[in-house]
């Protein structure tokens, strides 16, 4: 799909309704009342925090850096005098955060956008301190465009949350990475972009170009059509041949699921396997090994491509082990990303199967 055609134009435009409440509550909140500006800000937290992740690529850091947003709003909150938006307001404060945050580490991707592919045959690296691109639960998609259903087509749209979309914006210099995202995800004026960053909108406009041909080069030759809780009969299918294949530990069985090019990572490891041969030697010598433990998977879903909760089986009980997402083209599944950290499990509210 082509850049242009995600780019959203509705900027965030809230009912007359909601900005005389924000307002009135911003009236109080400045005078000192702190459940005013809980009640005033709380509508625009979840949002706050899916724009966070995109420009950080962790959801942790982005609840962390909410928090900072607020904190600051709160500390500056006699300097807001209504000439925008209270979300508008919130959405500059937040970006700086995340920019501040952003100078003191480094970007987030995943294995196949950081180094070579890995021998297939050879052990597994362990884990690298690497800070390594994290899934965003479908279920707070959901629950915020359940909360702001206008939002479903601009900041909370499937093509922008994908983790092939995640990995080629964390290509970008932190500022461009703003850019693009105030602009085409969020939708905000090349002006108000500038006026936030303290740059001229001839710069921003350069800025964003950059930016989007820079996402080009990096986002897959065909995108994910995965639409909200509407999978089609074909790709059910392929995902219950899927689990089943590793429920047998079925190599060629999943094998035959692959597209020709797939790609397999396994963060926090920095080794991938580029290639359905390249996979299938490592599936069957390591994970689908007669001697490994037998994997379980749980149906869920990430970054609006289809997920599973991997849960193992063995003498000791079924215990945690991972979270994978999937991204299929042409009825093949293309790229399998197994995010080695139990801990993430716990975000996707997945129980373990009996």
Known sequence: MPLAAWRRHTGMHESIEAADTDRQLWRRAAAGGRNAFADATM?????????????LGSLDEAEDLVQETLL????????YAGRSTLRA????????????????RSQ??????????????????PASDTPWLEPYPDRLLDELIDEQP?????????????????????????????????????GWSARDTAELLGGTVIATKSALQRARQTVKEYLPRQRLDWTRGEANVAQQELLARYMDAWHR??????VA??????????PPTPAWYDGREAIRAFLATTPMAPSAARHLHVLTAANRQPAFAVFASDETGVYPIALEVLRIENGLVATIDVFREA????????????
């Open 43 to 55: 509508r625009y937290r979840r949002e706050l925090e899916l724009h966070c992740y995109r420009m």
């Open 72 to 79: 600051r709003a709160w500390r500056r909150r006699e300097t």
């Open 89 to 104: 307001w919130l959405y500059g404060i937040a970006t700086n955060a995340c920019l501040d945050a952003l100078e003191r």
């Open 108 to 125: 987030r991707l995943l294995p196949y956008a950081a180094g070579p592919s890995a021998d297939p045959f050879a052990t597994p690296p």
């Open 150 to 186: 206008e939002l479903a087509d601009t900041v909370a749209a499937n093509e922008t949350i994908e983790l092939a979309f995640l990995v080629a914006i964390q290509q970008l210099p932190p500022r461009q990475r703003a850019v693009l995202i105030l602009r085409d995800v969020v």
């Open 249 to 254: 530990a079925d190599v060629d069985g999943l």
């Open 257 to 266: 699921l692959l597209a020709e090019d797939a790609r397999l990572a396994m």
């Open 343 to 354: 801990r993430l499990l716990e975000r996707f509210a997945v129980a373990a199967p009996a």
